[in-house]
């Protein structure tokens, strides 16, 4: 079992709609949360990251964590085209030690 | 003014070669990274080091050999490069303890090897 997964995708919304990204992580004691967005060809950047239980809100973007469930989502409200690219789930774990996800592609369609 | 920078951009070579790729950062961190990204997309970290020393090193064949002749400078040099080698690789920096929660990356080096 990798250490976090996400759904590949494409993950197609039309605009405006509300995208939900997920992710799942195994290392129990993970302790700091991360997402990022890589567009096609460009290096990744950190758009959100999450220590605690519940929601942070940040614009468009909310992360939510759930650590029992270990599970970290990412909503994008108001979907904009430009919000098109690859988003990637990060997890630290003990000590210097952290992984990524896959990676889930996501269209938004005008 | 770019922040983390890489060269090359592109790295085309052939089997048996041995190449390297240069990373430089400007923003004073003392830590930095080299990546692989696969073709899907799955970013690995290879390498961290934090002022020169070497911290992370992950399950990497040992043709991979990065150097770190001061804390703004972070070389990949490869040996006897593989097919499987064929990949982007990020180079990226964070101030200590930050990890990845201020981590900046580099453009990718993509390099093919046929």
């Known amino acids: 079992q990798k250490e976090v997964e996400q759904n590949s995708g494409p993950l197609s919304v039309p605009e405006g709609a509300i995208a939900s990204l997920n992710c799942t992580y195994s290392?129990?004691?993970?302790?700091?949360f991360f997402w990022y967005r890589q567009y096609s060809g460009k290096s990744p950047e950190l758009i959100m990251s999450i220590y605690s239980n519940g929601d942070k809100e940040d614009g468009r973007f909310t992360a939510q964590l759930n650590k029992a469930s270990q599970y970290v989502s990412l909503l994008i409200r108001d979907s904009q085209p430009s919000d098109s690219a690859t988003y990637l789930c990060?997890?630290?774990?003990?000590?210097?030690?952290?992984?990524f996800g896959t990676g889930t592609s996501l269209t938004v369609i005008p | 003014d770019t922040a983390v920078s890489q060269t090359p951009k592109y790295l085309v070579t052939q089997m048996g070669n041995d190449k390297s790729i240069k990373c430089e950062q400007n923003?004073?961190?003392?830590?930095m990274y080299w990546y692989k990204q696969d073709s899907k997309k799955f970013l690995k970290i290879m390498f961290s080091?934090?002022?020169?020393?070497?911290?992370i090193n992950e399950t990497v064949p040992n043709r991979f050999s990065p150097k770190s002749p001061d804390k703004a400078h972070l070389n990949l040099h490869i040996n006897s490069l593989e097919l499987g080698d064929s990949a982007v690789y990020f180079c990226?920096?964070?101030?200590?303890?930050?990890?990845?929660?201020?981590?900046?990356f580099g453009p990718g080096t993509r390099l093919t090897v046929t």
């Open positions: 990226a920096s964070s101030q200590r303890g930050q990890g990845l929660a201020g981590q900046y």
């Open positions: 990060a997890v630290k774990v003990a000590g210097n030690q952290f992984y």
């Open positions: 290392d129990r004691v993970s302790q700091s």
């Open positions: 923003l004073g961190h003392d830590t």
């Open positions: 080091y934090n002022n020169k020393e070497l911290i």
